[in-house]
């Protein structure tokens, strides 16, 4: 099984910086990576398929990047609606796998 | 638009049986692979299982093989899951989601709750 591991556990933010949120899996996964936010109460949205590409309707403030073992989902200018939980997710093999999560909090 | 709505959560005790089913709406539900991923209380996410189109090739998590069987009616637009034996580390919330192939999930529906306690 590839284990996703996330950092920071926690980001502190303030509105309008930028946000950096890692993504490490434990052995390739070449560019078979996605991230999901997740708020309070609700599903998860999908933000980023293929470590880069963004999902219908999602703003260009989020981008994604790596491949391999290495990623990084960056929100250049945090909006206030962008305080969530950030997820990866690898879907090179079975099973498919998230992170254990990456809380964006207001600073 | 797409629309995903879970039903049949509940409380039940261990050992005891549940089916969870979920709509879909506003896609052609044929045309899509579909999941069930679980959330446990305050953790992240588990992906359980995954169906193809037409059902006839499926996979699932260790943890629910032999327990949990995954299964959709395509003429009613359904996706179920019969959860089976079922353990106090079963309890979720339960969402059903639209697979793009057998790789990520676009649309996701708000979740039903799974509590296993005696």
């Known amino acids: 099984e590839i284990v996703m591991t996330q950092s920071p556990a926690t980001l502190s933010v303030s509105p309008g910086e930028r946000a950096t949120l890692s993504c490490r899996a434990s052995?390739?996964?070449?560019?078979?990576l996605a991230w999901y936010q997740q708020k309070p109460g609700q599903a998860p949205r999908l933000l980023i398929y293929?470590?880069?590409t963004r999902a219908t309707g999602i703003p260009a403030r989020f981008s994604g990047s790596g491949s391999g073992t290495e990623f990084t989902l960056t929100i250049s200018s945090l909006q206030s609606e962008d305080f969530a939980l950030y997820y990866c997710?690898?879907?090179?093999?079975?099973?498919?796998?998230f992170g254990q999560g990456t809380k964006v909090e207001i600073k | 638009q797409v629309q995903l709505v879970e039903s049949g959560g509940g409380l039940v005790k261990p050992g005891g049986s549940l089916r969870l089913s979920c709509a879909g709406s506003?896609?052609?539900?044929?045309?899509?692979?579909m999941s069930w991923i679980r959330q446990a209380p305050g953790k992240g996410l588990e992906w359980v299982s995954h169906?193809?189109?037409?059902?006839?090739?499926?996979h699932y998590t260790d943890s629910v093989k032999g327990r949990f069987t995954i299964s959709r009616d395509n003429a009613k637009n359904s996706l179920y899951l019969q959860m089976n034996n079922l353990r106090a580390e079963d309890t979720a919330v339960y969402y059903c989601?639209?697979?793009?192939?057998?790789?990520?999930?676009?649309?996701w529906g708000q979740g039903t709750l799974v509590t296993v306690s005696s």
């Open positions: 989601a639209r697979g793009i192939g057998w790789d990520y999930f676009d649309n």
């Open positions: 506003g896609f052609n539900f044929n045309d899509y692979y």
């Open positions: 169906i193809s189109r037409g059902g006839s090739s499926i």
């Open positions: 052995q390739s996964v070449s560019s078979n």
């Open positions: 293929g470590a880069s």
């Open positions: 997710q690898h879907y090179y093999d079975w099973p498919r796998t």
